[in-house]
């Protein structure tokens, strides 16, 4: 049976230079996308210069297609298309758990054409666990929130129980590890998922993945139990 349990935990991101919605519509997922489309457009035609923009603004993703900053990233993406009058074209940069990608947002132009969409991962858990030449949140502007995600644990229909507590027990009994996967190295599911299953005396083998699309067709072909995903 498919193991899916919610946390209660949520991953914001926002663009740089909530709403929790874990069962969203494509059409309420565009309408929140607009909306945020129109704050940053908002906020960024205020700051430049009057004939802004005049060429394509380029969005940095910190990861890999597939994963929930990639796709809410892209809704935007396409909402500022459509309210600046230019393509706002998105440029996944996976790797190094986001890390790539925001030293290119840090180093690029301060001119409002390279966006960032960060997120708790690169924000507030890289700089602790990497070495960083930089500091992003000094020297990132933040310009809007755009979304929160909550993160769920979701299992291979080969995890027995229909529950996280029946799989766990079974786990506990048979004194067996638990090969799970995260998305990223600085993932907020990797975090939880650690602390959570250490507290009950569980063995872990981790399979870490560049970016949550990855490592959800991993889960699907059975090359790990668990994964935790937003």
């Known amino acids: 049976m498919s193991t899916r349990i919610r946390y209660g935990h949520g991953g914001q991101s926002a663009l ?5 919605a874990p069962a969203m519509t494509m059409r309420r997922i565009e309408r929140i996308g607009l909306a945020a ?3 940053v457009a908002a906020l960024l035609c205020g700051a430049a210069a009057a004939a802004y923009p005049e060429r394509p603004v380029r969005l940095l993703i910190p990861f890999g297609p597939g994963g929930a900053s ?7 993406a396409a909402g500022l298309s459509d309210v600046l009058g230019q393509q706002v074209v998105v440029d996944n940069r996976g790797g190094a758990s986001g890390l790539i990608a925001t030293e290119m947002a840090v180093r690029a132009q301060a001119d409002g054409y390279t966006l960032f969409l960060g997120n708790v991962n690169v924000m507030a858990i890289n700089p602790h666990i990497q070495r960083m030449k930089f500091d992003p949140v000094k020297e990132l502007a933040t310009i809007a929130p755009v979304m929160s995600i909550p993160t769920v644990v979701v299992g291979h229909v080969s995890v027995k129980g229909n529950t996280l507590k029946e799989y ?5 009994r048979s004194k067996r590890e ?3 996967g995260t998305a990223t190295l600085a993932s907020p599911g990797r975090f939880i998922m650690v602390s959570f299953l250490k507290a009950q005396g569980i063995k872990l083998l ?3 993945f560049n970016g949550a699309g990855p490592a959800t067709t991993a889960l ?3 090359e790990m139990e668990i994964l935790p995903v937003t």
Do not use: N, Q, S
């Not at 990639?70 to 935007?76: A, M």
């Not at 766990?168 to 506990?172: G, I, R, S, Y």
């Open 70 to 76: 990639d796709f809410g990233g892209r809704v935007v």
């Open 178 to 180: 638990i090969r799970y």
């Open 220 to 222: 699907l072909a059975g």
């Open 16 to 20: 740089g230079a909530g709403t929790k």
């Open 37 to 39: 489309a129109l704050l």
């Open 206 to 208: 981790e399979v870490p």
């Open 168 to 172: 766990l027990d079974e786990v506990l």
